[in-house]
């Protein structure tokens, strides 16, 4: 089992930046992928980013590609998500999710493929 607590959210306007923070607790996922996922309010749950086992692979949603950057630090078993030049489009809660072990692909980027949630973190971009 794994627990997952997202920090770092807030209320910025737009071009600002935040770093989300995703503290694992319960079992290391050192090996494991982990994800951002973001929900707007109305709309699906999206992929945004995930980082493989060793972070030395990445994959970004289009939509914040060159804007965000997914980094992991596995002795503090955390996760980071930077996220630069904020649009108001990029406003919804934020999501950290990790699988139950190892996956096929290194960033998955379906939310089938994750396991374990965080509560969530939210971030607003004012215009």
């Known amino acids: 089992q794994v627990q997952l607590v997202e920090s770092g959210g807030g209320l910025v306007q737009a071009g600002g930046s935040l770093r989300l923070s995703c503290a694992a607790s319960?079992?290391?996922?050192?090996?494991?992928?982990l994800g951002w996922f973001r929900q707007a309010p109305g709309k699906e749950r999206e992929f945004v980013a995930a980082i493989n086992w060793g972070g030395g692979s990445t994959s970004y949603a289009d939509s914040v590609k060159g804007r965000f950057t997914i980094a992991r630090d596995n002795a503090k078993n955390t996760v980071y998500l930077q996220m630069n030049s904020l649009k108001p489009e990029d406003t919804a809660v934020y999501y950290c999710a990790a699988p139950r072990g190892y996956t096929y692909l290194r960033t998955p980027r379906t939310i089938a493929d994750y396991d374990y949630w965080g509560q969530g973190t939210q971030v607003t971009v004012s215009s």
């Open positions: 319960g079992r290391t996922f050192s090996l494991y992928a």
